[in-house]
């Protein structure tokens, strides 16, 4: 359902609840049906697909998480534009699962779009810094950690940010030489 017909169908309940009230005076109706119209309202700014999705990813269930996040046909439609980034950062994070080096574009759509809170900011820059680390490139994972240590004020991902530090020095440490006969040897 497009975004925009929740607002309406959100209008016509509270009209209907001032009618009852004033006119009619069913006031226990009235105020049922304005708790109804606040519920359709806040289903506007927070999609219910988003949030179970968002549920689903706390309960480890990656598989309900995904079904119910590629429910969302056009994002772009039945999403609040503060969403967008959000939708693209739950996406990202249930494909890093599968194969991360493809969760590289969500991540980055994610925080194109924008991100308000500073801990999602953070775990999209440590996400795109694991990616980045797979992929070899230590300059750019060094911003990303840098971006993210500084986004995560509350220190929640403290954790996070100080091991993937030091799994980029072992980077350094580690480099793959291609001896004789295709063996492979670790220095």
Known sequence: MPNFIRIIIAGVILGAAIALIVFSSFWGWGILLIFIALLVFVTFIFNERMLLAQWYLRKEKMDKAETTLYGIKDYHKELYKGQYGYYQLLIGLIESRKSPMKSEKYFKKALSYGLTMDHNIALANLSLAGVEMGKRNKR????????????????LMADQIKMMKGQMNMLDKTQTVRGGKGSYRQY
């Not at 750019?140 to 220190?155: S, V």
């Open 140 to 155: 750019e994972a060094t911003r990303l950690l840098k971006e993210a240590e500084k986004a995560d004020k509350n220190k």
